[in-house]
């Protein structure tokens, strides 16, 4: 008996995942609980326990997209006796690499089906020669239609026969290609190398090769006899399809599906709202006494420092109380209006931008923002951020001056009509009551949705942010 490991659902938009790091290798044993692999999807990261005890047998290899519910793994009964390999089947309907069906060892390639309205695809361009020898996960053709193009992926490894053509068109179900899986099948079992690097597509179809090529091939067997090994000659998590290509000059990798979605939602910000930016300077003088005369004593009371961005986060949500239009979304004709104040706060992560959300901020002190933003910047470090701490913000807040920037225009996070940039804090000269003198002073930026927000209103919120900042002992009084 064995027990299905399927990618679990992640949240009503999340239509897939990608295998980021398996844990655990193939044939290893595990016990319940233990953690067998890393799953990204284009907002959150997720790890997967073992749900039971076993040994652990690998379908889909590090770097492979799959879709909600596809069977990534199994594990069997009984720990140290390795399941019979089998054909990676999902145990729900999904897009799989390349359509397949099985017909008597042999795999037939099908056209995808590619949305309601496409009929047909062009067999753009070959991979794979007629006759090489394939490996399971490698990309084999491209297809293309009036809308899309696709790359199919062998489903698994053998002896590849081409049955149409570059440059022909054909119906979706199509079947253009099939591979002997037998041929992988007949070869004799090698065992894995120790302490070696994964080879190469290449290096394990010349490997295949080789092994086919013996001097007294087996007789072929009935179909009721056997069943064939469609199995890759090398274990899966170590033959990984290579994320980056060498070419020449230049390295070609795929975008993560974070950047993907960061990409696409940056994209679709520019495209779908009037965002305009307005500017203009705090001096931080005020905010960095008040923090350097209570910080020992803070940090006593709450076990965390006072840091800035308590303080612009509470300075924000003023600004949305006294210019309550910055807090609402255009939603078709109609105008929502929000009347809590939950604030996003821009974190860095080495795969991309990530915005959790701070609940409820009005009513809470400087030292809860701060435990929640440190919690925040943890569960992002160690990748365990969830959807719900990603969603249902009314406003963003970015710090650019963290990495020194000294002015920038951000860019709105949909749907909210508004997102203030934070700056780099500089020693500059100004006047002060007549007389120059030096200042730490931090220049803003508001980014807004002019459809939404009026120039006077924008400039009027970013305003009632400089006060806030440069007299902080109000921000303390409205606690």
């Known amino acids: ?8 659902a992640a949240g009503e938009s999340i239509t897939s995942a990608n295998v980021a790091r398996w844990h655990k290798k193939n044939g290893d044993a595990v016990k319940v609980g233990e953690i067998l692999v890393t799953l990204e999807t284009d907002k959150v990261s997720n790890e997967l326990e073992a749900p039971a005890a076993g040994t652990l047998e690998i379908l889909v290899v590090e770097g492979e997209e799959v879709s909600i519910g596809t069977v990534i793994a199994r594990i069997s009964g009984e720990a140290g006796a390795v399941a019979p390999t089998a054909v990676a089947a999902p145990a729900a309907p999904i897009p799989a690499p390349a359509p397949a069906t099985v017909s008597g060892g042999v795999i037939e390639l099908k056209v995808p ?12 361009k070959w991979r794979k020669n007629d006759g090489d020898m394939v490996v399971k996960g490698e990309v084999l053709v491209t297809l293309e239609t009036d809308k899309v193009s ?33 041929a992988t099948a007949s070869a004799p079992a090698m065992p894995a190398p120790v302490h070696q690097a994964a080879p190469t597509p290449q290096a394990a179809a010349a490997h295949v090769a080789q092994a086919v090529a013996t001097p007294a091939p087996a ?65 931080m003088s005020s905010v960095m006494d008040l923090r350097k005369q209570v910080q020992d004593d803070f940090m006593k009371k709450h076990g965390v420092k006072l840091g800035f961005m308590s303080f612009f986060v509470k300075a924000v949500a003023q600004a949305l109380k006294d210019v309550p239009s910055v807090n609402g979304r255009i ?20 795969k991309g931008l990530i915005v959790p959300v701070l609940r409820d901020v009005d009513q809470k002190s400087f030292a809860q923002i701060e435990k929640e933003i440190l919690d925040y910047a ?47 804090i500089q020693q500059r000269p100004v ?32 305003i009632r942010i400089k006060d806030c900042l440069e007299s902080p002992t109000r921000l303390l009084l409205e606690m």
């Open 331 to 350: 939603d078709g004709t109609d105008i929502i209006e929000n009347h809590f104040y939950d604030i996003g706060v821009a974190i860095g992560t080495e």
């Open 1 to 8: 008996m064995s027990i299905d490991v399927k990618v679990p």
């Open 150 to 182: 696709n790359e199919l992926e062998a489903p698994v490894s053998g002896c590849l026969k081409i049955l149409t053509p570059e440059g022909e068109e054909v119906s979706i179900g199509a079947i253009i290609a099939t591979i002997d899986a037998s």
């Open 378 to 424: 943890k569960k992002a470090k160690d990748g365990k951020i969830t959807i719900e701490d990603l969603t249902g913000g009314v406003f963003t807040i970015s710090n650019g001056g963290t990495y020194g920037s000294l002015l920038s225009t951000p860019i709105l996070n949909p749907p909210q009509s508004g997102i203030l940039g934070m700056h780099t």
């Open 431 to 462: 006047a002060v009551n007549g007389q120059v003198v030096i200042r730490p002073m931090m220049y803003l930026a508001l980014s807004y949705d002019h459809r939404l927000v009026d120039g006077k209103e924008a400039v009027t919120f970013l």
């Open 113 to 124: 089906a590619a949305g309601e309205s496409i009929t047909s695809a062009n067999v753009a």
């Open 219 to 283: 007789p072929a067997p009935s179909a009721d006899a056997v069943k064939p090994d469609f199995s890759p000659p090398v274990s899966p998590v170590e033959r990984v399809v290579p994320s980056e290509v060498h070419e020449g000059r230049t390295t070609r990798k795929k975008m993560s599906m974070l950047r993907r979605k960061i990409a696409t939602h940056l994209v679709n910000a520019q495209q779908t709202a009037a965002i305009l930016t307005t500017f203009n300077e705090v001096d």
